[in-house]
């Protein structure tokens, strides 16, 4: 549809029960090639608890070309229905019936991704959120739940395998080389979570014993090239069922639990009910082929939809504006998950670095809307930070609010007294209210107020009392203008100039946690020391605020040094570094001029690096620049790209010998998989980085560097180290660059998920000529538009990962960005609206760029698709 409509829109306060109830659904799914035909039985009756209403029955379908239609076996034509946009009415019908509908769809050309469609020889569905209605017709929306028995027909050679969800119940051979399956879920489920593949697949097949001493059968497939790549996803699925039974008292609930790899598809992956379908990015992991990063995203992913297994499919969500009641707790889940396997410092500051630096950004701007909004156009424009990171940190609220104890009898009732259900965010909240009989009325407000509240901190100390001053505020969002005072709990403690915590009460508690309630809180503290403390503010990220204190820099310095808490320690370093930046950016002075400061606080982190690598890498890292973009009014993508590039490279030279001795000292003979290994790895590439910005400004020993480059290129021991190695010869453009990029696709060009990234080095070379580099990369024979993960290596990351790309002062990256869109929407609108929100700090940018990227966005707001045109309205 490149209508340039808008969808309706939908909203909260509109919400009904549905009218009709579905007990049971027997589809029918006969794949031929060229098309596919839909039978669909539904079990009918009238919901009991709906409104009255008369006896029409309404159901979605999209892209469905009707072939029959009865009621009861009562053939069915017009005008007995009608059909129009988007809908099927049947009126007249009884108070129960069964309809049987026939249709047929074009899995071929389904190039949205959305329902049923093909990647790479397999068929695949994705029926969040909305995709079902173009399978068949439907109440296609999560309160209305339903059994699902599936039978698939295809040709048995090119299909060997027919999956769906639940157990297999029935199959067999059919005539002219074709075969069945049957399938029956026993668990009634929302039709976003049905799920089917045909394909020749390989499987990595294993077992887990449950708690009660079940034997769950694991099956994890994927093409035939990538069987090797399924062993960590298969040991991290078994430590998530672990790990659940334990920490949240949940087992699975099925026989089998099934995970397929699919290239083609819009998201990370799908919690499909025993049936989870993945993006191969997001599952398929071997050292030589992933980072370490991609190591972590497998692990955590594949634990975050194992555990929608009870937090959102026997518990669900009873309309999409519920939707971070199951993606928001989930990711608590995933990212306590996580905090266990890992180092939880380390797992904390990754996961509190992307929220400020990703959410806070889109709370703070056009697209800016509460955890629970109240109304949208399209649903799929919501599956975002702020439902997921922001409502991650409101259950992390809870918790802390409880306490482990408390939460975890909270989160039994919550499973054991809806499950089954469709519920809201307001059912969760009551269960922790009613288990620790706390009042969370106030508390509520984060779930449906947006933007990111700003506390501003200020202190006294006289006679021994330290007084701390809270205000609390939270700027407008569009929509939102009156804010009201949030709950905000904020974790602290005070330390002397040695760095020691003091104790605040008479219990030696030297770490407390004060709840501000009213716009401003002052709170006092009795401390013995007679100079006024360093306090250590919002220890663990304890609410996600922006925190404004006037640190000085010497207490900055002490908080990174001695602090015990992990985020306060990053949260310093970054203060650190904002500061410097600010000093070149705003007030002109010399980079050079930073390091005279910056040197000896770096030094000491490295010198303690041996302690935790992994932290120290953290520590070490300078804010991106378009981290540092967002802190300037108004933004000003080059001066922050020369202040970046300076400071970078003057750390590098000023610093080359400890660069130097860390390589030498982290080098590793072999490969090793473990967290220890990984961390090392992480901190030599932070000191490769300096070091290749300082070659790249011709200082240091640069030929020294470029053979330390070349020798990982030549004899990688994984493809963090060989990645790690491209990426700094390529974005530094040193000598050789462009001959190890040639190799690199020569000898990976059949992994796709290696290409991705030699795509993505590509277009993140910083500075304005990587958009025509970029439009090369477009021509390339490798480049696949149907391919969302190719089409983020170049687009995505140009304009969301390259600011001094993106907003080239001759508009070439937004004329590339519009082309990009363009193009895009005609092929997956939800893709194409996604990478729309590049362009949401247009109202931000210096007034140049902003009217040359509002010219561009302008002119695409009249063909564009519904998806596309909410972001396009919301950003002009
Ligand atoms: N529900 C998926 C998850 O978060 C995300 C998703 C949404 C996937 C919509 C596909 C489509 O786990
Ligand atoms: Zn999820």
Redesign the pocket.
């Known amino acids: 549809m490149r209508d340039g409509n808008p969808a309706p829109v939908t909203r909260l306060t509109d919400y009904r029960p549905p009218a009709w109830l579905v007990d049971h659904t027997r589809l029918d799914v006969d794949l031929r090639d060229g098309h596919a035909t839909v039978t669909a039985e539904l079990t009918v009756r009238r919901n009991p608890a709906g409104d009255d209403r008369p006896g029409e029955l309404v159901l979605d379908g999209e892209h469905l070309e009707l072939l029959s239609l009865s009621v009861d076996d009562r053939p069915l034509g017009e005008p007995d229905y009608r059909l129009e946009e988007g809908r099927l009415t049947v009126p007249g019908v009884p108070e129960q019936f069964t309809l049987t509908s026939k249709v047929r769809i074009h899995p071929e050309s389904n190039t949205a991704l959305e329902g049923l469609y093909r990647s790479n020889g397999m068929y695949c569905t994705?029926c969040?959120?909305e995709g079902f209605r173009r399978i068949t017709f439907f109440p296609d929306r999560p309160d209305v739940l339903s059994r699902f028995t599936t039978t698939i027909h295809a040709d048995r050679a090119a299909y060997p395998l027919l999956l769906s969800n639940g157990n297999p119940v029935d199959s067999g051979d059919e005539e002219g080389g074709r075969h069945f399956a049957t399938w029956d879920d026993p668990f009634p489920k929302p039709c976003y979570l049905f799920a089917l593949v045909a394909g020749d697949l390989a499987c990595l097949e294993d077992s887990f014993r449950t708690a009660s001493g079940r034997d769950v059968a694991l099956r994890l497939y994927a093409e035939h090239r990538d069987l090797d790549k399924l062993g960590h996803a298969m040991d991290s699925l078994k430590r998530a069922m672990a790990w659940d039974e334990q920490v949240f008292g949940r087992e699975y609930d099925l026989d089998i639990f099934q995970v397929v790899a699919v290239s083609h598809f819009?998201?990370?992956?799908?919690?499909n009910k025993g049936l989870n379908i993945f993006n191969t990015s997001c599952v398929l992991a071997h050292p030589a082929t992933t980072t370490d990063a991609g190591f972590e995203r497998v692990e955590s992913v594949v634990a975050?939809?194992y555990f929608?297994n009870w937090s959102g499919n026997r518990v669900t969500c009873r309309d999409w504006f519920q939707l971070s009641l199951k993606?928001g707790f989930?990711v608590f889940r995933d990212q306590e998950f996580s905090s266990d396997m890992n180092s939880r410092a380390v797992t904390r500051v990754e996961n509190v670095d992307f929220l400020v630096n990703h959410q806070f950004p889109e709370d703070q701007g056009p697209m800016a809307h509460p955890v629970r909004p109240s109304e949208y156009q399209k649903i799929?424009n919501f599956?975002t930070l702020t439902v997921?990171e922001k409502g991650s940190e409101i259950v992390r609220m809870q918790h802390e609010l409880l306490g482990a104890e408390d939460f975890r009898r909270a989160s039994d009732l919550y499973f054991e007294r809806f499950d089954g259900q469709a519920v809201t965010c307001d059912d969760f909240v009551a269960c922790m209210e009613e288990v620790s009989g706390l009042d969370l009325s106030q508390f509520k407000r984060w779930y449906s107020q947006a933007g990111t509240p700003l506390v501003t901190a200020s202190d006294r100390f006289a006679d021994g009392e330290y007084q701390l001053t809270l205000r609390q505020e939270t700027p407008p969002t569009p929509g939102q203008s009156d804010k009201q005072p949030l709950m905000i709990p904020v974790k602290l403690a005070l330390l002397d100039d040695q760095g020691r915590a003091l104790p605040l009460d008479d219990s030696g508690a030297t770490e407390t946690v004060v709840i501000l309630r009213d716009s401003e809180q002052t709170f006092r503290f009795p401390v013995a020391t007679d100079r006024i403390p360093t306090p250590s503010l919002l220890r663990g990220f304890s609410a996600p605020v922006s925190l404004r204190y006037p640190f000085k820099e010497a207490q900055l310095i002490t908080l990174l040094a001695h602090d015990s808490d992990g985020f306060c320690r990053w949260d310093a370093a970054q203060r650190l570094y904002f500061a410097a930046l600010a000093r070149i950016i705003d007030d002109g002075e010399d980079a050079a001029a930073q390091l005279d400061r910056l040197t000896p606080v770096l030094e000491q982190v490295i010198q303690r690096a041996g302690e935790d690598p992994a932290e120290a890498a953290l520590l070490l890292t300078l804010p991106t620049e378009t981290a540092v973009g967002d802190r300037h009014t108004p933004l000003r993508p080059q001066a922050v790209h020369d202040a970046l590039s300076a400071l970078r490279a003057g750390l590098g030279e000023a610093l080359a010998a400890s660069w130097w001795r860390l390589v030498e000292e982290l080098a590793e003979p072999e490969y090793r998989a473990d967290g220890e290994a990984m961390g090392k790895r992480r901190l030599r590439q932070v000191a490769l980085g300096y070091l290749s910005a300082a070659a790249g400004a011709g200082r240091g020993d640069r030929d020294k560097l470029v053979a330390q480059l070349q020798g990982m290129l030549d004899a990688p021991t994984c493809m963090t180290e060989e990645l790690g190695a491209l990426r700094a010869l390529v974005h530094n453009q040193l000598p050789g660059a462009e001959p190890a990029l040639a190799a690199f696709a020569q000898r990976w060009r059949d992994e796709a998920l290696v290409m991705d990234q030699w795509f993505a080095v590509q277009a993140t070379v910083p500075g304005a000529d990587t958009v025509a580099r970029a439009e090369g990369l477009l021509a390339h024979d490798a480049f696949e538009w149907t391919l969302p993960n190719r089409v983020r290596a170049v687009v995505g990351t140009l304009v969301n990962g390259n600011p001094s790309a993106f907003h080239a002062p001759d508009g070439s990256g937004y004329a590339f960005f519009a082309r990009a869109l363009k193009k895009l929407d005609g092929i997956n609108p939800q893709i194409a609206a996604r990478l729309a929100n590049g362009a949401a700090r247009l109202q931000r940018l210096e007034p140049a760029l902003a009217e040359q990227l509002s010219a561009a966005l302008r002119e695409l707001r009249p063909a564009a698709s519904a998806n596309l045109a909410e972001v396009l309205d919301r950003i002009l």
């Not at 819009?266 to 919690?271: C, F, I, L």
Request: aromatic share 12%; proline share 0%.
């Open positions: 994705q969040e959120a819009n998201m990370g992956a799908m919690e975050h939809e929608h993606e989930t799929d599956y997921y």
